[in-house]
C-alpha cells in the first residue's frame, strides 16, 4: 500500500522539478529570479524528501531557500552602490561558532561504516567501498550533490556574466614568449586529459571516481589558457555544445533512477548486473552514473573557469592593437 501511494509522489514530485527549471532559465529579472529559484528549490526539497535523502534535502534547502538568495541580494545591492564593504571580523566569528563543538577527527561515531565495509564491495562487485556507497548505499544523496554543483554554477554564472565584457575579451592575445614551455604545456594537456579519463572510467575499479575525474579534465583543458591565450580555451566554453552535455550529465543520472522506477523497483536499482570484479564492466550502473557525473562536473568547470577568466583575469592582460 505505501508503495502504491509512494510511486505516483514520487512522478508528481519529478513532474514538478521538470517544470520548474525553465521557469528558473527564463526568468531574466536577477531579483525575481530569486524567488522563482527558491519556490523551485522547495520543490527539489520535496522531491529528495519522497525519495528519502534527508540530507541533499538540507542541503538544497539551505542553499535555495537561504545560501542563493542572500548572494543575489548581496550583489544587487554591490552593483547599485559600489561602496559597501563587509568586514571580515563576523565572518571569522560565524565561521568559529559554526565549527564549534564539531567531533574531533577520526572520531567515528555509529555502526553504519563497518557494516558497509562488509556489504558493499561483494554486494556491488566494486574493488573499494568508496564508490559502491557513493552510487548505490546514497546514489539519491550524490545526485542532489551533482544538482547543488549545478545550482552553484548557475548562480555564479549569472552573477558574473556579461555579453560586452566577453567580446572585449576576444582583443586579449597574451601569448607565452618561451616555445619550450608552451611545447611542455601542450603536452600537460594531453597527460591530464589521459589522466582525467582514466579517473573517471577506473573510478569504481581504482582509486578515482566521476568527480575526482571531471576536475581533473577540466582542468587539463584551463592549461591551453595558460601556455596560450584566451582564444584558444574559448572554443572550450562555448554553450551551444556544452549546454546539452550538462544536461546529458545531470540527467543521465536521473534517468538511470527512473528507468529503475519504470521497471516496479526502488529509484536507481541496478539494472545491469553486478559484472565481473575488477573490470570496466563491473559494478552495474554505477559505471553510467559515474561517467554522468564526470561530464556534469567537467562542463561545470569549464563554464565557470570561463567566467572567472573573462570577469578577472583576462581584463588585465595588454591588448591587441591589430584586433
Known amino acids: ?66 545560501g542563493y538568495p542572500l548572494v543575489i541580494l548581496a550583489a544587487i545591492a ?61 546514489g539519491v544523496d550524490t545526485m542532489g550533490e551533482e544538482f547543488i554543483l549545478y545550482a552553484a554554477i548557475v548562480g555564479v554564472t549569472l552573477l558574473l556574466r556579461d555579453e560586452t565584457r566577453s567580446r572585449q575579451a576576444e582583443r586579449r592575445t597574451r601569448r607565452l614568449r618561451s616555445d619550450a614551455v608552451r611545447l611542455v604545456g601542450v603536452l600537460m594537456v594531453g597527460g591530464g586529459l589521459l589522466v582525467g579519463v582514466w579517473l573517471a572510467a577506473f573510478g569504481y575499479v581504482t582509486p578515482g571516481g566521476g568527480f575526482q575525474g571531471g576536475v581533473v579534465l577540466a582542468g587539463a583543458i584551463l592549461v591551453l589558457y595558460l601556455v596560450g ?60 552514473l559515474n561517467w554522468a557525473s564526470a561530464i556534469a562536473v567537467s562542463v561545470a568547470m569549464l563554464l565557470l573557469f570561463a567566467e572567472f577568466l573573462e570577469t578577472y583575469i583576462v581584463p588585465l592582460e595588454p591588448e591587441d592593437s591589430g584586433s
Open 1 to 66: 500500500m505505501v508503495l502504491a501511494t509512494l510511486v505516483p509522489l514520487q512522478a508528481v514530485a519529478f513532474g514538478l522539478v521538470a517544470l520548474g527549471a525553465p521557469v528558473v532559465v527564463l526568468t531574466r529579472d536577477p531579483l525575481r529570479q530569486a524567488l522563482v529559484n527558491g519556490v523551485y528549490g522547495v520543490s527539489l526539497v520535496c522531491l529528495f524528501v519522497v525519495l528519502e535523502a534527508p540530507d541533499p534535502a538540507l542541503s538544497m534547502l539551505v542553499v535555495t531557500g537561504i
Open 78 to 138: 554591490r552593483v547599485r552602490t559600489e561602496e559597501r564593504r563587509k568586514e571580515r571580523d563576523d565572518r571569522c566569528a560565524l565561521f568559529a561558532w559554526a565549527i564549534a563543538g564539531l567531533p574531533a577527527f577520526g572520531d567515528y561515531r555509529g555502526p553504519y561504516g563497518y557494516v558497509l565495509n562488509r556489504v558493499v564491495v561483494p554486494l556491488r562487485h566494486t574493488t573499494n567501498v568508496v564508490m559502491g556507497t557513493t552510487f548505490d548505499v546514497r
Open 229 to 288: 591565450n584566451h582564444r584558444d580555451y574559448r572554443p572550450f566554453r562555448a554553450e551551444h555544445a556544452l549546454d546539452p552535455l550538462e544536461g546529458l550529465g545531470a540527467g543521465g543520472y536521473v534517468i538511470v533512477g527512473l528507468a529503475a522506477l519504470a521497471s516496479g523497483t526502488p529509484f536507481l536499482t541496478n539494472l545491469f548486473g553486478r559484472g565481473t570484479t575488477g573490470t570496466l564492466f563491473s559494478g552495474g550502473s554505477i559505471a553510467i
